[in-house]
T-cell receptor, first 113, second 114 residues
């Protein structure tokens, strides 16, 4: 089983739609979680951190479910500029993997007019 | 700060040649990561360093790959000999304290082995 798994999509949605991505992780000791965004032929960049209580940044909401070991990203009122690949990232807390940044495969989102 | 700097941006080489990719992390960052990205396999962690010491190199595909970090401001990833299946985009990233903090990526090196 992969350490971090995502539905690769692609997700094709119209402008204004709400879309949600999930990501599961296998290491129950994981402590830090993030969503990164990667535009075509560019480097990944941090979109938002994911906190235990859930967090929101404008149209973006991230949630963590430790019991089921998954994180989610919800995008409301999709814009054309949201088209990108969304990568979930997990970092374990300790042991030999301390600090190891592990990425999921990425979910491709295309927002069309 | 200029961010994470990688060189070269593009590299085309013939099979069997040695390839060296370079990375300068953000000053003050103590974690450095090397990733490889392909369409088929996504973003794979090859190796990462903490305070210039390799912590986990389990992602290095085989002995043809080696990485060094001689000081806090420089790291190299070497492939010798290179093969066509090594063609990919190689990213370097750095972070401070590793856990719970943002990792910043360089713009990547697009490697093509023919």
């Amino acid at each position: 089983r992969k350490e971090v798994e995502q539905d690769p999509g692609p997700f094709n949605v119209p402008e204004g739609a709400t879309v949600a991505f999930n990501c599961t992780y296998s290491n129950s000791a994981s402590q830090s979680f993030f969503w990164y965004r990667q535009d075509c032929r560019k480097e990944p960049k941090l979109l938002m951190s994911v906190y235990s209580s859930g967090n929101e940044d404008g149209r973006f909401t991230a949630q963590l479910n430790r019991a089921s070991q998954y994180i989610s990203l919800l995008i409301r009122d999709s814009k054309l500029s949201d088209s990108a690949t969304y990568l979930c990232v997990v970092i374990p807390a300790g042991g030999t993997s301390y600090g190891k940044l592990t990425f999921g495969q990425g979910t491709i989102l295309t927002v069309h007019p | 700060d200029a961010g994470v700097i990688q060189s070269p941006r593009h590299e085309v080489t013939e099979m069997g040649q040695e390839v060296t990719l370079r990375c300068k992390p953000i000053s003050g960052h103590d974690y450095l990561f090397w990733y490889r990205q392909t369409m088929m396999r996504g973003l794979e962690l090859l190796i990462y360093f903490n305070n210039n010491v390799p912590i986990d190199d389990s992602g290095m595909p085989e002995d043809r790959f080696s990485a060094k970090m001689p000081n806090a401001s420089f790291s190299t990833l070497k492939i010798q000999p290179s093969e066509p299946r090594d063609s990919a985009v190689y990213f370097c990233a750095s972070s401070f304290r590793g856990l719970g903090t943002e990792a910043f990526f360089g713009q990547g090196t697009r490697l093509t082995v023919v």
